[in-house]
C-alpha cells in the first residue's frame, strides 16, 4: 500500500498549482481519498475529502481553501489531485495524501500517509 | 467544529520510562479517535484507531484508552525510536477532521 504525491513546488502569490496522489497496492476506486497539510513548524490541517464512486464521488473543502481548491480523482489511473488555484503565502505548507479509513461506517481516520509535497508561495 | 487540546506540549522521558499523553475533545467524540506519530521530515503514521485498536504493524508498547472527551496514549517504555510528536485526531464529527496541536516526546 503506497501513496507517491508529486506536483510540489515554488509559486508566485495569485498562481495555481495542480498535485497529484498516485495510489497503489490498495482498491483506489473504492477508498476515500484526502489531502492535509503542515505549514513550517506548525500541526496538521485538513484540505479536502473526496468521497468513492459508490458514495457519490462527491467532494468535502475546507473553509480556508473552498473556492481555491478542488479535489477530484481519476479511478482509471488510481490518482487523486488537488488543484490549487488564487495560492496565498499562507497556503505555504507540505502537502500530504492519504486515505480515509473506516469500519462499517463512515467515520474515517487515515492510514497510510504519502511521503507529501511541498509548496512554497512566495514572490 | 470540534476543538482538540493536547497536554503536555512536550514530554520529557528517558528511556525505558513509561509516557502518558493527553487529549481532551471540546465535545464529546465517543470513541472515535485516533493518534498519529511524526517523526521530523517524515509523514504522519497511525498508530491508534477507534480510541483503543493499534493499527498493523504498532508495537505493544503502544496503547490508547479513553472515551467521550477525554483520551490517553500510554507508551509503556520508551524506545530511542519514539521520541516523536504525537497528535489525536478526531473523526466523529466531518468535516472538518480537527486535531490536537501534538504533544513532543523529547530525550529526558
Known amino acids: 500500500v503506497q501513496l507517491v504525491e508529486s506536483g510540489g513546488g515554488l509559486v508566485q502569490p495569485g498562481r495555481s498549482l495542480r498535485l497529484s496522489c498516485t495510489a497503489s497496492?490498495?482498491?483506489?476506486?473504492?477508498?476515500?481519498m484526502t489531502w492535509f497539510r503542515q505549514a513550517p513548524g506548525k500541526g496538521l490541517e485538513w484540505v479536502g475529502f473526496?468521497?468513492?464512486?459508490?458514495?457519490?464521488?462527491?467532494?468535502e473543502h475546507a473553509a480556508s481553501v473552498k473556492g481555491r481548491f478542488t479535489i477530484s480523482r481519476d479511478d482509471s489511473n488510481s490518482v487523486a489531485y488537488l488543484q490549487m488555484n488564487s495560492l496565498k503565502t499562507e497556503d505555504t505548507a507540505v502537502y500530504y495524501c492519504?486515505?480515509?479509513?473506516?469500519?462499517?461506517?463512515?467515520?474515517?481516520?487515515?492510514?497510510?500517509w504519502g511521503q507529501g509535497t511541498l509548496v512554497t508561495v512566495s514572490s | 467544529e470540534i476543538v482538540m487540546t493536547q497536554s503536555p506540549a512536550t514530554l520529557s522521558v528517558s528511556p525505558g520510562e513509561r509516557a502518558t499523553l493527553s487529549c481532551r475533545a471540546s465535545?464529546?467524540?465517543?470513541?472515535?479517535l485516533a493518534w498519529y506519530q511524526q517523526k521530523p521530515g517524515q509523514a504522519p503514521r497511525l498508530l491508534i484507531y477507534?480510541?483503543?485498536t493499534r493499527a498493523t504493524g504498532i508495537p505493544a508498547r503502544f496503547s490508547g484508552s479513553g472515551s467521550g472527551t477525554e483520551f490517553t496514549l500510554t507508551i509503556s517504555s520508551l524506545q530511542s525510536e519514539d521520541f516523536a510528536v504525537y497528535y489525536c485526531?478526531?473523526?466523529?464529527?466531518?468535516?472538518?477532521?480537527?486535531f490536537g496541536q501534538g504533544t513532543k516526546v523529547e530525550i529526558k
Open positions: 492519504t486515505r480515509g479509513q473506516a469500519e462499517t461506517t463512515t467515520l474515517y481516520w487515515f492510514d497510510p
Open positions: 497496492g490498495f482498491n483506489f476506486g473504492a477508498s476515500a
Open positions: 473526496i468521497r468513492p464512486k459508490g458514495y457519490g464521488g462527491t467532494t
Open positions: 465535545q464529546s467524540v465517543g470513541s472515535n
Open positions: 477507534g480510541a483503543s
Open positions: 485526531q478526531q473523526y466523529n464529527y466531518w468535516p472538518p477532521w480537527t
